[in-house]
Structure formats: C-alpha cells, structure tokens
C-alpha cells in the first residue's frame, strides 16, 4: 500500500459513499430485511452510534497500517542517509544541466570542498583538463541509451593532482521542477592503476637487468614495422650465451644473475647509433637495427658483440670468466614479414650459430625454414612410429679378455623400420626426437627393451649378459632418468650391474652439478656408467676426475688411422693411460681391420668393438652369430667355454 495523494483521496470517496449509503438505505433495508417496526426503531435509535465505531475502528485500522508502513519507509530513508553519508564512495545528485544538487562528505572529501559549497556547482568544473568539452554530453547520451554509464573519470583532487576514478551515472528520476535528475558514485582507482603500471612496468622491463623485455621488445618491433617505409629495413640479432648453464651449475644461480647483468651492461656500452637491446629472459639477448642500408652493417654488429662478450668479466667474487655467444640474424623485409618471424628466424639462425660450433654469428637463409619444416614432419612420423612400434633395437658385440675374444656385452643401437623402407640408423632421426622432446619415451622404451632382451639372453645362455644403453641429454634433464632406469630394471629382473649407461661429456658439461648428483645416484643402484665418444668433446681429464664414471669409450674417429697416424697412436695411447690411472676401463669404438686391434691391445685398451667383429645385428641373429664366431673365436668367458658353445646350439632367439 503506498500512501499517496491519490490513495487517500480514494479512501475519503470510498468513506464518503459508504456513508452516504448508509444514511440513505440503511432504515430500508433493516425494514425489507425483518418486516418489523418494533426492531427498526431499536435500529434507528442504535444506528448512528453503530456507525461511529465502524468509522472509529475503519479509522484506527488506516492509520495503524498508514503509521507502520510510514515508519518503514522512514527507517529505510534513514538507512539511505547513512550510506550517503558514510560510504568511501563519493556520491552526487546533479540537475540536467550538471549542477550539482546534493554531495556526501566522501566526494566533498575528494574535491576539497564543504557540502554547502559544492551545491550548484558545474560538475565539469571539478573534472581534470583531459575530459574534453563533450564529455558529459556523452555520458548523458549514453545515458539517454541504456539507463547508466560506467567509466573512468579523472577529478582534480584538494592538492591540485589529478586522480583516476571509476564513475557509475544512473539517471534517478525528475524532481520537483519536473526535470531529470542523476546520481553518481566515484570510487578513487589511482592504487589499482598505480598496479596496473606496475604490472606493466614488469611485463615491459626485465627486473635482473633493467632492460626492455620480450613484450616490449615485441612492441617496438612492431611499431617500427608499422611506420617502416618501402625503403627501410630492420635487422635483427638474436644473441644467446653458449653453455651459460655451466656458469649456473658451477657457480650458482646469483653469480649467474650477476654476469647477466654485466653482460648486459657491456652489450648496452658498444651498441652502434639507432640500435636497441632487450633481454629475452635466461641468456637470451636481442639486438634490433632501425635503419639498416646494408646487410654488413648487422655482421658488424654481431661481430663487435661476439668481440665485446668474449672479453673476460670479473664477477662480485672476484672470479675471471669466460663467456661466448651465438648469434642469429634475420631481416625485414627482406626474411621475415612480421615481428614474430623476426623472432623466430633470428632465433632459427642463432640454433644455426650454435651447431656450427658455437662463438659465431649466422644470417638467416629460407634453407633454415625447409629444413624446419622437414624436421616438423619428420617429427610427425616419429610419433606415429613409436604408436606403431616401428623401433627396434639391433646388438653389437663388446669384445675383450686376452685375446679380444671374449663376448664382453652388448650395445644396445636404435634402429627405425619403417614399411617398405630401409633400415633407418639413428643419425638420421635422434636430433630431431630430441629437438622434439620425443626421445624421452623412445629412450624409456630402449631402456626396458634392451634390459628385457639381457635378461632373456642370461637365461637362454644362462650366462650374465651385460648391455649398454646410449642416453640422450634430454633424458639427462628429465629428472626421470633414474625412476625410468630403476623401473626398467625391476621390470625385467636384470641385475643393476649387467646395465652398462652410455653417456657423452657435452650431457654432463650441460648440467655439471645435475649431472653429478645423478651420476652419484644411479652408481649407487649399481649401474654402470660409461663416456661414450670420448675425444670428440671436452676431453678434460679434470672433468674426468669429477664425474663418476666406470668406462671411456674412445671415438671411432681415433681409430681408423691409428696404424698409420702416429700422432692418433699417441693421443689414443695417452687416452688409455690416463684412464688407467683413472681405473676407468677403456673401450675402443669401430675396430674394423686386425691391424688397428693389434696396435689398440699393445696399448693396453681393455675392450672392443666394431665391424672386425660384427655389425649391429637383430636379436633374432645372436644364434647365428654365436654359432659362427665358435667357429674363429671363443665368445664367452674362459671359465665358460663349454656352456657357450652349447647355447650356440640353440636359435639364439628372443
Ligand atoms: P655410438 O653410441 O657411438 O654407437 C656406435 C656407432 O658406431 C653405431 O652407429 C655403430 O654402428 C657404429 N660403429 C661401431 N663400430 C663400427 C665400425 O667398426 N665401423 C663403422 N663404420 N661404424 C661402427 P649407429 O648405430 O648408427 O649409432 C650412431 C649413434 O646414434 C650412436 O653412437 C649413439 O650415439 C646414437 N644412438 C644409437 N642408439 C641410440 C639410442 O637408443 N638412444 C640414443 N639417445 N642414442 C642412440
Ligand atoms: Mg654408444
Ligand atoms: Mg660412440
């Protein structure tokens, strides 16, 4: 019930009808109703006392119901004052012309002014100087539109400053004038904005090394291109620091942080006129070139960068280091379209740098993007072959003992059997599995393969049989490795020692400090642990030392001169007794002519392996090879002669 002007009026004519009617028929009816005179006059003597208290209590139940909604209504007014008054919010009620009407102590808190001084004030007035004439005009458009609006006002504040506030407008209906009136609430927002900067400061700047970041860089890039001319061209040099992880394994994580700095620094410090740096985040680093008229312009540059970074930095412990980079350049618009190609064909380039040796620089060639896009498909076709068990494992004999006659054990080597294709060797597809992160579960599955196929043999030729397994670097910085090794040896039943690792320097000297722990661990279980092409890597007998290895598997590369080279005789001589010394046992890889086998024993080397004894055959062919190795040479233990020859007999099979 709403007590209004129009209510009451009703009720009066309603009051006044019921009277009327009473007045004029009620002596009628009560006649037609009983037909007795007697009762009438009894009425007509009682009526008029009967009609005062209906009308008393008609009114009483008016006004009590009158008092209590009026009472609700009061309570819910007052309600509103106290948020008017109290809320954080600013609040106003301004006139269609935006004069304000009324403002709460909040708001008159936000512009410095009293209430009273703030009523008829031009609300535009209040506004900072970057809301431009039609602003409001705008707003009260928008308002005409959907009821509200919502957005971002800027005020001038007590101190003169000019702060942010997020604004809600409704329209609230028409005064007393008959004209629209609105109210509008301002929540201050200059902490969520002061936020926000930061927040995009962040995004925008490197915190270690203060310089722009990939956004930014990105950003800039782009807005050059946008404003480049037929004319101009950019140029783009992505520069990522070779083995930096070592400075992090050796040193630790803040001395790497301080040479990031300091390479910054240097690279800021030769930067050539019109050039920009931005660190990519890690050890990547990005030069751009405004204005390139020619190509050799960015070469120099990479060149002077290379020059600038290999000089030595002194750390905050006072250490020397060394460091190299890579370098990878592309152009627009001559390579690249866009700033994501800029990116990525600089970046392509740069992988391009470090496979040619690492410490140089690269342009970008269309090459780089076909051999891409082969690696992608390529990448394809190996996942399919894992799902459809297309690998499979083929074994080399490990041959020592006195006479080099001896079966030692077998490596286990990857082999792709794709239908009605060649046998596809390794070489051709393990970079490409470890680019793609796919050699982690291929190596998963040489592991147990290989490890299944010893067990059965030690059974089938109820001799221990050891097999060496090559790793990849990627597995190596899984952190699985050594559940995955574990699991492969529970699995299959082999004993840990009969597991022999093989490993190569570069996996270790990517992760020196990672690599040792898990070295440490995986020698506890037992296994095995061999340095697979040694010579063709660091070769630093410090190294050696550290890491915890049981045999070096001398590079074929050595061998195959050895009868003729002696400068290869002496190096694969020094190998063999630095081992030694070592106690690490020393294979030799690739052994293909007698020759090469005799100089290698007279050295002292401990074991064999190459074609002079077989090529890496399928499971199947073990019968086989065993039943035609009887035949020249023994192939087991001394001790063992006789059970060899036996299970020579047998298929041999899997
Ligand atoms: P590696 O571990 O050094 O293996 C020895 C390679 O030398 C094998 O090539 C073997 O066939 C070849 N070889 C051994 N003796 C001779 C010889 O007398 N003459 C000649 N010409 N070659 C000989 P393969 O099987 O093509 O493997 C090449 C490389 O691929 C391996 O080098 C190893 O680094 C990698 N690889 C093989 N299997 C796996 C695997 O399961 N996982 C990983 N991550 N890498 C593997
Ligand atoms: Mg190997
Ligand atoms: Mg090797």
């Known amino acids: 019930m ?81 948020v008017f008054e109290r809320t954080h919010e600013g609040v106003i009620i301004t006139d269609h012309r935006n004069r304000i009407l009324d403002a709460n102590p909040a708001f008159s808190r936000m512009v410095g002014r009293s209430e009273a ?45 000019e702060r942010p506030y997020q604004a809600t407008v409704t329209y609230v209906g028409s005064g007393r004038d008959g004209q629209d009136q609105y109210a509008w609430i301002f929540t201050e927002i200059t902490r969520l904005k002061d936020a926000q900067k930061r927040l995009e ?95 050799a312009q960015a070469g120099e540059c990479a060149v ?27 152009f627009y618009p001559d390579d690249a ?64 003992g006195e006479s080099a006659e001896e079966l030692q054990g077998f490596e286990a080597l990857l082999r792709w059997e794709q239908p009605d294709q060649k046998l596809m060797a390794p070489d051709e597809f393990i970079s490409a599995a470890e680019e793609t992160g796919l050699i982690v579960p291929l190596g998963r599955w040489v592991l147990e393969q290989a490890c299944r196929q010893a067990a059965s043999w030690q059974r089938l030729l109820d001799r221990p049989i050891p097999v060496a397994v090559n790793l990849s670097a990627q597995q190596f910085r899984t952190g699985r490795l050594f559940n995955h090794v574990e699991r492969a040896l529970e699995q299959s039943g082999l004993a840990p020692h009969l597991l022999h690792l093989e490993i190569t320097e570069s996996m270790l000297m990517e992760q020196i400090q990672t690599g040792q722990n898990l070295l440490g661990r995986l020698r506890q279980l037992g296994v095995h642990v061999s340095l697979d092409d040694f010579g063709t890597g660091y070769s630093s007998l410090s190294y050696l ?9 001398i590079d074929q590369s050595f061998i195959s001169d050895l009868v003729d080279n002696a400068a290869d005789r002496d190096l694969v001589s020094a190998i063999i007794s630095m081992a030694h010394c070592l106690r690490l046992k020393v294979v030799a890889e690739g052994v293909e002519q007698a020759g090469q086998l005799e100089v290698l024993r007279s050295l ?21 090879w065993l039943r035609e190795s009887a035949g020249s040479r023994s192939i087991g233990t001394h001790t063992d002669a006789d059970g060899r020859r036996s299970s020579s007999q047998q298929s041999g099979s899997s």
């Open 2 to 82: 709403k007590l209004t002007g129009s209510y009451a009026l009703k009720v009066a004519l309603v009051y006044a009808a019921v009277g009327a009617l009473w007045i004029l028929f009620s002596d009628a009816t009560v006649e037609w109703l009983t037909g007795n005179t007697a009762v009438l006059s009894a009425f007509r003597d009682y009526k008029w006392w009967l009609f005062v208290t209906a009308s008393s209590l008609l009114v009483f139940w008016l006004s009590w119901h009158a008092l209590a909604e009026q009472g609700g209504l009061i309570r819910r007014l007052r309600q509103s004052a106290i």
């Open 117 to 161: 001084l703030l009523r008829g004030v031009d609300l535009a007035t209040l506004h900072s100087s970057r809301h431009d004439s039609g602003f409001l005009d705008g707003i009260r458009n928008r308002i005409g539109e959907q009821g509200y609006w919502t957005g971002e006002i800027w005020n001038v504040a007590p101190d003169g400053s």
């Open 201 to 295: 400061d962040l995004a925008y700047h490197d915190l270690l090394t203060g310089l722009p970041s990939r956004l930014q860089v990105g950003d800039r890039l782009r807005q050059l291109l946008a404003e480049a001319d037929a004319e101009k061209r950019i140029a783009v040099l992505y520069i990522d620091l070779d083995h930096f992880r070592n400075v992090n394994d050796s040193f630790g994580h803040p001395v790497g942080d301080d040479l990031l700095v300091l390479v910054a620094r240097r690279l800021q410090g030769r930067l050539p006129e019109g050039a920009g740096l931005a660190h990519l985040g890690g050890d990547e680093f990005l030069i751009y070139l405004e204005d390139v008229t020619d190509s």
């Open 304 to 330: 002077n960068m290379l020059k600038a970074i290999a000089e030595p930095f002194v750390l905050a412990n006072r250490r020397e280091v060394y460091v190299r980079a890579s370098i990878g350049i592309a």
């Open 337 to 400: 379209g866009s700033a994501t190609e800029l990116l990525q064909y600089s970046n392509a380039a740069m992988f391009e740098a470090k496979k040619l040796g690492r410490n140089n620089w690269q342009y970008f060639s269309r090459q780089l993007v076909r051999r891409a896009d082969q690696r992608l498909q390529l990448d394809t076709r190996l996942r399919r072959a894992l799902e459809r068990e297309e690998f499979t494992l083929h074994y080399m004999p490990i041959m020592g």
């Open 545 to 553: 030392r550290r890491f915890d290895v049981d045999t070096l598997k």
């Open 604 to 624: 002292g080397c401990d074991n064999f392996q190459g074609f002079l004894f077989s090529p890496p055959f399928p499971p199947e062919h073990l019968g086989e």
